[in-house]
């Protein structure tokens, strides 16, 4: 959802947003959401393979301390956790 809302509502290019794992595994995070849920009717029965990993980072390219705060909020709106400036 963050890159989401840093593409679609804050203009940056997809190109300048860099998404890698915390490691050498494929994950797709460290909880459950969406389609990893518990499945109920009419769905088919609940899944346990979810590639939980480890955290997924996210990083965006850009040079401009207004662009930072934007970028910033949009991470807290989404419960990031361990946002830093580099």
Known sequence: MTVERLVQEHGI???DIFITTDGSE????REEAGSDTAGTAPTPGSRDDAALEGRIIVSVDIDDETRAAEVKAAFAEFDASDVAKD
């Open 13 to 15: 290019e997809r190109t």
């Open 26 to 29: 494929n994950s797709v995070g």
